[in-house]
């Protein structure tokens, strides 16, 4: 296939195996594969590449896109010439040059700097087909020459119809024979060994405790206003009681304890004056 340039509105020329580019792109250029120019390939969602299976009579996405940030200028993606490129951007036209010798394909408009281009690309019936593709980054004196180009195989062939996995045939499980389960041999109950019953430790019986020192009586709270019993301690046996005053009201005041339910020696002993008298029952509040 002969030569071409990638000139700023479109390959000039089509075909070959090596990059279709001349003239100024041949002076000390950076070329290589596609993928070390980080450019990416796309049909039918798949990238592209040897082997590639694709489903025929379908009008398939075909992009072209740089990674990295990067941008590029000119492309030519060609093929045999009943392959269908169907152009589906402003950055794209059909390849003239490429129909002139027998191919089919799509190239650039303009050599602006571009990021990524989509078509689209369809083949009638099944089989492989060769794609060529070629990528131009920069062709001038001041940044240089710089372009990628990549041939790859491409299959047109719809998938195999699923089947079914084989459904192993039922067997039956092995049925255990039966088994006499064991029985334990018996054994002696053990026999406690014989205890003396607790002896109880000795007890002392109490002493009597000592008879603690009579106070000095101390009347100074006696009937004084309290709150609680801590504020009638100044004498034993009295405590605060509620005591109604002469204005009707009433207050708490330190008093002799309640001789409610009280038992007269008298009457239990039987002796004295008041012997065998009921037993009187005191009244009166007391105190909080």
């Given at each position: 296939?002969?030569?071409?340039?990638?000139?700023?509105?479109?390959?000039?020329?089509?075909?070959?195996?090596?990059?279709?580019?001349?003239?100024?792109?041949?002076?000390?250029?950076?070329?290589?594969?596609?993928?070390?120019?980080?450019?990416?390939?796309?049909?039918?969602?798949?990238?592209?590449?040897?082997?590639?299976?694709?489903?025929?009579?379908?009008?398939?996405?075909?992009?072209?896109?740089?990674?990295?940030?990067?941008?590029?200028?000119?492309?030519?993606?060609?093929?045999?010439?009943?392959?269908?490129?169907?152009?589906?951007?402003?950055?794209?036209?059909?390849?003239?040059?490429?129909?002139?010798?027998?191919?089919?394909?799509?190239t650039?408009?303009?050599?602006?700097?571009?990021t990524?281009?989509?078509?689209?690309?369809?083949?009638?019936?099944?089989?492989s087909?060769?794609?060529?593709?070629?990528?131009?980054?920069?062709?001038?004196?001041?940044?240089?020459?710089?372009?990628?180009?990549?041939?790859?195989?491409?299959?047109?062939?719809?998938?195999?119809?699923?089947?079914d996995?084989?459904?192993?045939?039922?067997?039956?499980?092995?049925?255990?024979?039966?088994?006499?389960?064991?029985?334990?041999?018996?054994?002696?109950?053990?026999?406690?060994?014989?205890?003396?019953?607790?002896?109880?430790?000795?007890?002392?019986f109490?002493?009597?405790?000592?008879?603690?020192?009579?106070?000095?009586?101390?009347?100074?709270?006696?009937?004084?206003?309290?709150?609680?019993?801590?504020?009638?301690a100044?004498?034993?046996?009295?405590?605060?009681?509620?005591?109604?005053?002469?204005?009707?009201?009433?207050?708490?005041?330190?008093?002799?304890?309640?001789?409610?339910?009280?038992?007269?020696?008298?009457?239990?002993?039987g002796?004295?004056?008041?012997?065998?008298?009921?037993?009187?029952?005191?009244?009166?509040?007391?105190?909080?």
């Amino acid at each position: 296939l002969s030569s071409t340039n990638a000139l700023p509105n479109g390959a000039s020329a089509c075909g070959g195996d090596t990059a279709p580019v001349q003239s100024t792109h041949l002076i000390d250029p950076t070329t290589g594969p596609l993928t070390q120019g980080g450019i990416r390939v796309l049909i039918g969602g798949q990238d592209i590449e040897d082997g590639i299976t694709v489903p025929p009579d379908t009008e398939l996405p075909l992009v072209l896109e740089r990674t990295g940030g990067g941008a590029f200028r000119g492309f030519l993606v060609s093929a045999d010439e009943d392959v269908v490129f169907t152009v589906g951007s402003s950055d794209s036209q059909d390849a003239a040059v490429c129909t002139a010798v027998g191919l089919a394909g799509v190239t650039h408009t303009g050599n602006s700097d571009k990021t990524s281009v989509e078509n689209s690309v369809a083949f009638s019936g099944t089989g492989s087909k060769q794609f060529d593709i070629t990528v131009v980054i920069t062709n001038n004196s001041v940044e240089g020459s710089e372009y990628y180009f990549s041939q790859y195989m491409v299959t047109f062939e719809d998938a195999p119809e699923p089947t079914d996995a084989p459904v192993p045939a039922p067997t039956d499980a092995p049925v255990p024979a039966p088994t006499d389960a064991p029985v334990p041999a018996p054994t002696d109950a053990p026999v406690p060994a014989p205890t003396d019953p607790p002896v109880p430790a000795p007890t002392s019986f109490p002493t009597e405790s000592p008879v603690p020192p009579v106070p000095d009586i101390d009347s100074s709270c006696f009937n004084a206003e309290c709150s609680t019993n801590d504020d009638c301690a100044c004498r034993p046996g009295l405590t605060c009681r509620r005591t109604w005053e002469p204005d009707g009201s009433f207050t708490f005041r330190c008093k002799a304890a309640s001789k409610t339910n009280k038992t007269r020696l008298s009457s239990t002993e039987g002796i004295g004056g008041a012997g065998n008298r009921p037993t009187k029952s005191g009244s009166g509040d007391t105190g909080p």
